[in-house]
């Protein structure tokens, strides 16, 4: 069988997406089934194309034209407008359980991009049962052509010891304490809610830690007084990203909604405790080997964390569940059991 995947997205600087489709094309060539069938990627850089729009709907449907695969996987973005049986992952519908947090028209091209989708795809990957009920939910979408397939975690390669990570990160001449976050700035992440408490932390606790917020920042306030207390990195590669959860007293993911949420499995894989929303796909996800809290209220978010820092056998006893956790979930696995469905498409 002849497979086309298509890769629209720059796969340098990974967050989620980028993680999930990076990682599926480094585990494909792993599995002993693939070696049965051809793959063949098609992405703007072995398939030129003059202008920067459009790329998908002409240069990649003239391809399927001259010489279509059996199949075409599409893992992020849409489809072409000429394709053979479709394979699609629908990654999340954030913007229909938050639309106040999207502009208006790009709610509506998600959400004409989703029913389409939906609509043409012989077979649908989601990557919680979250995704799939809000999908049947939505759209009313077939059930029996969508697939729970859950994400992976990487194995982090180098990792530096925790003095390093504060002279590089915090620029300090002595290890201090840390909270992180770790991913986009994008207002559904509720990173303002997450200053907020590591605000009521530093006021009722007097905490000796730093919040350390790493990743594309879009931009959110901090107050006056916790300007030399909150670090922001910007974008952080695989290495300085896992020397960063290694290291962290507490990581906290308090977002509003995730289809999936790599991070806080990347935070159990080095061993440290996580606190996480309660919402969306994070209890299918983290089950009891997390912290769960309401993220619309800072206070909780707070006395989660300071529950973890102030008390260590309770810590050490949430990093064994995250240990346990994380051994359901593997990039190795995800692919096989996506290559699986793109085959029987």
């Known amino acids: 069988m002849k497979i086309g995947i298509a890769v ?9 997406v980028e993680e999930y489709v990076y990682n599926l094309l480094m585990n494909f060539p792993m599995l002993e089934e693939s070696k049965e069938h051809r793959i063949l990627i098609y992405s703007p850089n072995n398939l030129k194309w003059s202008f920067k729009k459009l790329w998908t709907q002409i240069r990649l449907s003239w391809e399927m034209f001259k010489n279509p695969p059996d199949v075409l996987f599409v893992p992020a973005h849409t489809f072409p407008l000429i394709h053979p049986k479709l394979v699609i992952t629908i990654q999340g519908l954030e913007f229909e359980k938050l639309p106040k947090m999207y502009p208006f028209f790009k709610r509506l091209f998600l959400r004409w991009m989703t029913k389409r989708n939906i609509k043409k795809a012989d077979r649908i990957i989601v990557p919680s049962q979250n995704t799939k009920d809000d999908l049947i939910k939505f759209y009313h979408a077939d059930t029996n052509k969508i697939f729970v397939i859950h994400h992976g975690i990487g194995n982090p390669e180098v990792a530096l010891d925790a003095t390093q990570t504060a002279f590089d990160i915090a620029q300090t001449n002595k290890f201090i304490p840390y909270l992180l976050c770790l991913g986009r700035g ?4 509720n990173i303002q809610g997450l200053i907020k408490a590591f605000k009521i932390l530093k006021q ?17 306030k901090i107050y006056k007084n916790l300007k030399d207390d909150v670090i ?17 007293d507490v990581f906290i993911f308090p977002s509003f909604c995730e289809g999936f949420g790599i991070p806080v499995l990347e935070a159990q894989k080095v061993g440290t405790p996580v606190v996480a929303a309660s919402t969306s796909s994070f209890p299918e ?10 993220p619309y209220h800072p206070t909780e978010i707070a006395e989660a964390i300071h529950k973890i820092i102030r008390n260590q056998n309770f810590s050490d006893e949430l990093i064994k569940r995250g240990y346990e956790n994380v051994q359901r979930f593997s990039w190795l696995k995800c692919a096989k059991e996506t290559l699986e469905i793109i085959i029987n498409a």
């Not at 009722?204 to 959110?220: S, T, V």
């Open 8 to 16: 629209n997205i720059s796969l340098e600087r990974r967050t989620g």
């Open 186 to 189: 994008d207002q559904r992440k």
């Open 204 to 220: 009722d606790h007097q905490i000796p830690h730093k919040l350390i917020l790493a990743g594309p920042n879009i931009g959110y």
């Open 232 to 248: 922001c990195t910007g974008y952080v590669d695989d290495n300085k990203k896992w020397s960063l959860l290694k290291n962290a």
């Open 285 to 294: 996800i983290l089950g009891d080997s997390a912290l769960l809290v309401n």
